[in-house]
């Protein structure tokens, strides 16, 4: 078997074998096969594509890169649940000890943010001491003794997946939805989780703008996880506009934590209550989602949630007065609160724009490895549907540098579209 | 600029510019930009195509990696043809002393033998002491004097095209109409010829099996060469069975040397008189086809192209006995006349069958660098639309090893199809 003819038969548009696509990660994996064919093989499929069952064989071959963890000495069930990726995005930190609190083990191995949108490690980094670099062992003996843990990519775990996305990224590569739904799922499968609920974001700020391409990616990698044995869900949720109504990483842990104590924005709030029903039927604890439902709201009205993530967090050596005492969290410089210019009813918050403008601030990375700011970002007090009078405040910003604030102030007051009539607000899920 | 934006580009079918496809070539060239962008923009080329424009500057992007030559000062037109390949093609070898022997000074650069084509170096070499590999100097100083030059390809030349073929060769990108032609154009450029002609072949023997891919690359190398400044003319020549009778190195040496003295298959002078008549047009030595024809048989029957074709030989260090006397060569151990199994019309003499069968005998490479055997190949007695009896003499198989004579004959045997009714001889020529 040549690393040439694979890529020929892909080119030609033809379909792999399982051994063709396990010959080649394997080559790629241990060098045998140099990045110039893997770049190569990557772009003919992302543009002559993948059969469920060809991306499904790639996920398992990544999956299978490195060690694939097995959980189940430890623990029954293990849950994950993954997002696609947007702006405001903070649901895993308030959703994985609710459904902790509600009994499921949850050992989640999370990503870092790049460019406009977020990442949960660097959240959770706000919180000073918060380790995300837990070894192998310690994600074990965690979940074991606590019921939940969430930390990085270990990386030991499907090393094709690192070696490929970073080959992806400079090669043009990046928007093939066979090689995002298998990135995704090989970690998933590797990491150990035995149940997943994808949560599929889906419009201007989310990878995938359009309702069908979310909905080929998410029924893609629910086949994945069924032919790789892993109950799987997948949501298609709403990234017009950022999800609730902080964008940047202490601001959006703030608001993670008010959710558990029983304050949250109406869609934050809304948004969690469904992921979580959905976690707790998949993962086999509730039987239905009005069960499911029922539970979430029992563990934050009892407090036993937000006693999880305090557990979490102290487990990973972060330090919980912050938790107690989200006013420790350190503030940024300048804070100023932006009116809105006009009345009317708000038409479009572009979620893309606000993260990009908190790029600029600082909060999030123009690249890979740039440090970020955890302090900054933007409080959105209006969402697509409210009526606003002239002079209301509409947005606040947090940030460290007043140049940088007067070019986020003008880009995300252009992010806002006015309407003079009715306008509905968006739906928090599609599907 | 970035190359991965360059790489999203034409991955998303867009065109690029004269500076985007410059700064790509010029960064690929001195290392810059790494050989895994430099796969996947060719994968996207391949799969997305180039326009005349575009496939255009990256010709001349490629010719410009390197040293481009200028032999104006030397001559007033330097005339090149160029052969996309095929089996027993040795037409360069007697074009060329024709050409020059009608005035015009001809400066080519060769290739080397690949799978079932033959090159034209590899035939020269059968020739003890020719050398090919001339340099720059050289070269314009042989121009100059004896205005004939048949060399191989200067490495300091288009060195982005070298490097560039490498890469197609293990990454799937070999067969993409723009591809070929730029890499075929760059290195006419940056030879310096003025006046090129193209003798793209079609067919079973050639890379291009349909009138319509070879009418593609003829017309895109022609619109290349113009954009470029060269006068450029193609002509499409059948290659479904080989050119004239023999098939070797040697062989096809001594075929081509017996044409400069008169004598030579019907369909190897028919092509060699059409052929040199389009280059003393292009080259604008005969007013038109009929002149040039008349030209060309004059300096065979007057002796001048046979001795151009000396003065060659000795100019470049070859022994010029070999040319007075074409029974010094070599002859293999084995000399075997096989002969037909049955009576019937010849239909078919598959051209890449028979080339294949040559690489079996050591005449051609399987793979780069591999050594070649000068002596070995066959005599093809019959050809497409001649009538055959059962035991007349079919064709020649001349082999240095038992093993490998047995393997050929059955290979070429198979080349053969018979048929009971008249079957017409093929064109010469389609365009």
Avoid at 118 to 126: C, F, I, V, W
Avoid at 335 to 360: D, K, L, M, T, W
Avoid at 392 to 400: Q, S, V, Y
Wanted: hydrophobic share 40%; glycine share 10%.
């Amino acid at each position: 078997m040549r690393a040439v003819d694979i890529i020929i038969k892909k080119r030609d548009k033809q379909e792999l074998t399982s051994r063709e696509i396990g010959f080649f990660i394997k080559g790629f994996t241990n060098g045998d096969i140099p990045d110039y064919q893997a770049s190569s093989f990557a772009m003919t499929i992302m543009l002559n594509g993948m059969t469920s069952r060809e991306t499904t064989d790639l996920a398992l071959a990544m999956a299978h890169s490195g060690q694939v963890l097995d959980l189940s000495k430890i623990v029954d069930v293990v849950v994950d649940k993954h997002s696609s990726g947007g702006v405001g995005d903070k649901t895993s930190i308030s959703v994985m000890p609710m459904v902790a609190a509600c009994g499921l083990p949850v050992g989640k191995m999370s990503g870092r943010g790049l460019g406009f949108s977020g990442g949960t490690l660097d959240k959770l980094e706000s919180i000073p001491g918060y380790r995300v670099d837990l070894t192998t062992d310690e994600f074990k003996q965690q979940l074991k003794d606590k019921g939940i843990v969430l930390t990085g990519q270990s990386l030991d775990l499907a090393p094709a997946d690192g070696k490929m996305y970073a080959l992806r990224d400079v090669t043009g590569t990046v928007p093939s939805t066979p090689l995002i739904a298998s990135s995704i799922m090989c970690k998933k499968i590797a990491a150990g989780a035995t149940a997943i609920v994808l949560d599929v974001k889906v419009g201007l700020g989310a990878f995938m703008e359009t309702l069908d391409e979310a909905r080929k990616l998410a029924s893609l990698m629910v086949d994945i996880g069924h032919l790789a044995g892993r109950k799987t869900v997948a949501l298609l949720s709403d990234m017009n506009q950022p999800l609730g109504s902080t964008v940047g990483n202490s601001l959006e842990v703030i608001e993670a934590v008010e959710l558990l104590r029983g304050h949250a924005p109406a869609d934050y709030w809304e948004h969690c209550l469904h992921v979580t029903s959905h976690v707790l039927v998949v993962g086999g604890r509730a039987k239905d989602l009005a069960e499911g439902r029922a539970m979430a709201e029992k563990c934050i009205a009892d407090g036993s949630a937000l006693e999880k993530f305090r557990v979490l967090v102290q487990a990973q050596g972060g330090d919980v007065s912050y938790v107690d005492d989200t006013s420790k969290f350190e503030r940024a410089k300048y804070v100023e609160v932006v009116n809105a210019p006009r009345s009317g009813f708000i038409s479009q918050v572009h979620a893309r724009i606000v993260g990009e403008a908190s790029v600029v601030l600082g909060a999030g990375r123009a690249k890979k490895g740039d440090p970020i700011d955890h302090a900054v970002g933007f409080i959105i007090h209006k969402k697509v549907g409210d009526k606003v009078e002239a002079g209301e405040p509409l947005f606040e910003i947090h940030a460290n540098d007043e140049a940088k604030l007067a070019e986020a102030r003008s880009v995300v007051l252009s992010a806002h579209d006015f309407s003079n009539k009715f306008v509905s607000p968006l739906p928090l899920f599609y599907e």
